[in-house]
């Protein structure tokens, strides 16, 4: 809308409220007519009157002080409400009185003529209010839908032209495609780095998080891992293939010394003659033969036979016998264990399991008069705090003429501080190689 030439918005308004000036006059004087004031519209009490001047000096300060920025006009129904005239107008005329109103009706028509342009000016007000807010909405709906559809139609145009430049291979076209295809990456550059910008306040809380994950996963890992792999197959080999034989048959196999749990799962190699302190590098190789004085019996010997294995490690360990011990705790009383040696097969059968200290290592001396053997890993999975004993008694072969010679010979032991143990944790390892241990 143009104020200043007259456009076409200001010609529709000016028509509009000329339509509604003349709907606000032709409802007033219907009013008027069959109203209160009906009988005074066509009066001479509403035309200028010519009055005295003390009536008129009297009527105007009333007026005035009652009024004091309102005009009283003389009303005519037919005439345009712009042309009355004001008070001032009515002082300035000087004629002999002719029709002389009583004081008390001068008063009552003046009320009267405020009360009715209160009425006028409500209702002018109140359709201006409808009128512009009913205006202004729609313009707002109209300018809304006149920008989204200049800019669809400038972003169909602008597609239209790079794919007409695309097809013409010019050096100015090329120049055109270029700048539009830095634009672009410069925006999504710059939009890039506001999204970093906005997370990079994240990053330290998020470093420092992962830190401390890494660090428990370094250290606990094997409390996770060691139970899952207790119930799945430690040797690697189907459990299909190993399985539960007669004791009462003796069967002449092959002379590479294995140890054989089939409840377990497990087929292992066993490490014989191994140095107690070489235990640990044994068993990163397979179970280890363990021998102290009391306890260095070997297979069908009358005394103890121990061996040792891992039950649990970190899950990166490149031990592959790390778990080889982990369901060891599944074993029960009555359970078979099979030894392979110097190509005859020993069977055991489960008598018993204990929980001792690490540094108890006396447990292993037994006064029998029977060939066992017993089997000691670390418990509770995952830690290195206790020893498991699985303790098991010779039913095959016969062992009458057996010998306890090898179970009376003396070790070099040395000081046996504890029994063996799991793979040093991530930390610990550091631990023992700042120390030398």
């Known amino acids: 809308m143009d104020s200043n030439t007259g456009g076409q918005f200001s010609g529709q308004r000016r028509a509009a409220v000329d339509l509604a000036r003349k709907k606000v006059l032709a409802a007033y004087a219907s009013s ?3 109203g209160p004031l009906g009988s005074n519209f066509r009066t001479n009490q509403f035309r200028p009157q010519t009055l005295t001047q003390p009536q008129i000096q009297s009527q105007t300060q009333a007026q005035l002080h009652s009024q004091p920025r309102q005009a009283i006009y003389s009303h005519d129904p037919d005439s345009n409400p712009k042309a009355a005239y004001p008070i ?12 002389t109103a009583p004081a008390n009706t001068t008063t009552n028509n003046t009320a009267t003529t405020a009360d009715s342009w209160k009425t006028y000016h409500t209702a002018w007000q109140n359709y201006y209010q409808k009128y512009y807010s009913e205006y202004y909405a729609n313009a707002a709906r109209n300018y809304i839908a006149r920008e989204r559809l200049k800019d669809a139609r400038e972003k169909a145009d602008e597609e239209e032209v790079l794919a007409s430049i695309r097809k013409t291979n010019t050096p100015e076209n090329a120049s055109i495609i270029d700048n ?3 634009q672009k990456i410069r925006k999504k550059a710059t939009d890039q780095a506001k999204k970093s910008r906005r997370y990079r306040r994240f990053i330290p809380i998020i470093a420092g998080v992962t830190v401390v994950l890494i660090i428990l996963f370094l250290q606990y890992n094997r409390m996770i891992f060691a139970p899952i ?4 197959s430690p040797g690697n080999a189907p459990a299909s293939e190993i399985e539960a034989l007669d004791p009462t048959i003796t069967q002449t196999v092959s002379a590479d010394p294995r140890l054989i749990i089939p409840k377990l799962n497990i087929d292992v190699p066993i490490n014989f003659n191994v140095a107690l302190s070489d235990v640990m590098a044994a068993m990163n190789h397979g179970v280890a033969h363990y021998r102290i004085n009391g306890a260095s019996a070997f297979p069908g010997e009358i005394g103890n036979f121990v061996i040792t294995g891992h039950s649990a490690g970190d899950v990166y360990s490149s031990n592959p016998y790390k778990y080889i011990f982990s369901g060891l705790e599944r074993l029960e009383d009555g359970d078979l264990i099979y030894v392979n040696y110097n190509s005859v097969r020993y069977t055991y059968k489960v008598i018993g399991k204990q929980v001792i200290e690490p540094s108890n290592v006396a447990a292993l001396v037994m ?11 670390c418990t ?3 830690t290195s705090r206790y020893r498991l004993l699985v303790t098991g008694e010779q039913i095959s072969p016969s062992y009458e003429n057996a010998s306890s010679e090898n179970n009376n010979v003396t070790v070099d032991e040395g000081e046996i501080e504890a029994l063996p143990s799991n793979e040093p944790s991530f930390f610990e390892g550091i631990w023992n190689w700042l120390t030398g241990q």
């Open 32 to 34: 008027a007519q069959n």
């Open 88 to 99: 001032n107008t009515i002082a300035k005329q000087t004629a002999t009185p002719v029709n």
């Open 180 to 182: 539009d295809l830095r």
């Open 367 to 377: 006064q029998t008069d029977k060939p066992l053997i017993t089997l000691v890993t």
């Open 229 to 232: 792999m207790a119930y799945v």
């Open 380 to 382: 509770p999975l995952g």
